[in-house]
């Protein structure tokens, strides 16, 4: 089974290209925001596994205005990804619907006010939504709350920017979910991702491959419970072990709890998990890049995700295998 582009899993960078047109490239934003489980509300130290600095690039920082942090994204991302037409604001850093509603609306109405962004991208914890933040935001997704708004994309017209919300779920195990400090259970995480679809939002999610005391049995028996939410993409990083986190004082008392790959295994693994999710499924990566300076060691060297990802279709191929497969059979 081919997807768009003659591959053989569902990318999510063919998805945006299928429906706008061009290439629509995250810019990465920091807004100031924190998490409940940092500042008390529900917990402190955050997760176990957590340092938020290794997941953010250099323009993109706190001190600087989204306005900022946007122009300097786009002139950061025009040298890699020359094919950009339009950027999506991305506001990553910690947890983004955290704050009062009306706060979160000026925030998200001025990274949209940019000429060149289409689009947000906000990525937050299940615990952090409720009716009232998503119908705001399901108002941007519409129009209906920046009636004005309009973009010229691939010569058409938007009229309403588009708009997708991202939760870090990480596992659906709650054992999983309580030793890594997380602050939520699955069930949090599985009604935050039906109140979002419920809206018409576009929704993600983000795992965790190899979090302590997961199996691969377990991992692989989680694509089920990814596969019963109605999400629209899922986004899987293998686990890196950051300085200075209670992750990394866990593995060194530890590492037998630890699943850890190779390259060429995690890549298998992969696969295996994409043969049982739903091919309707949109991936949008299937690893995490950490600057060397953030880890003790880097196994795999410095490989690039576009790297990872030619090594992907190569594998699948040689495999004869594709997302959805072994789902497929079992609906059969």
């Known amino acids: 089974m081919k997807f768009g ?38 917990g402190r130290g955050g997760c176990t596994y957590c340092d938020n600095a290794a997941f953010h690039p250099g323009y993109s920082t706190p001190g600087k205005t989204l306005r900022q942090q946007t122009d300097e994204g786009i002139e950061f991302h025009r040298v890699r990804y020359r094919n950009a037409g339009h950027y999506l604001a991305y506001f990553q850093s910690y947890s983004n619907t955290y704050a009062p509603v009306e706060r979160l609306r000026e925030l998200y109405v001025e990274a949209l006010s940019h000429p060149e962004v289409a689009g947000i991208v906000i990525g937050t914890r299940p615990d952090c939504v409720d009716g009232e933040k998503l119908d705001m935001i399901a108002a ?43 602050g939520h259970d ?87 998990i994409l043969e049982r999710l739903r091919p309707d499924l949109y991936i949008e990566r299937i690893a995490g890049e950490v600057p060397p300076r953030f880890v003790n060691e880097t196994p795999w060297g410095l490989v690039r995700n576009f790297e990872l990802l030619r090594m992907l279709d190569k594998r699948l191929e040689e495999r004869g295998t594709w997302q959805g497969r072994l789902a497929l059979l079992h609906q059969k």
């Open 5 to 42: 582009n003659g591959k053989r899993y569902n990318s999510f960078v063919g998805y945006y290209r299928e429906k706008y047109g061009e290439r629509l490239q995250k810019i990465v934003l920091d807004a100031g925001f924190t998490c409940p489980n940092r500042d008390g509300t529900v």
């Open 140 to 182: 941007l997704k519409d129009g209906t709350l920046l009636p004005e708004w309009r973009r010229k994309v691939d010569g058409k017209t938007l009229h309403a920017p588009v708009v997708t919300v991202e939760y870090g779920i990480e596992s659906c195990f709650d054992t999983t979910l309580a030793r890594i400090n997380r």
């Open 186 to 272: 699955f069930a949090c995480a599985r009604r935050a991702v039906e109140m979002t679809a419920e809206r018409n939002i576009d929704t993600g999610a983000h795992f965790i491959l190899g979090l302590p005391g997961e199996t691969r049995e377990m991992l692989l028996e989680q694509t089920s419970m990814i596969n019963d939410m109605p999400l629209r993409a899922v986004k899987f990083h293998q686990l890196q072990i950051i300085k200075g986190t209670a992750m990394e004082r866990e593995y060194a008392r530890n590492p037998g709890d630890f699943l850890r790959f190779g390259m060429e295994e995690y890549l298998d693994f992969v696969i295996d």
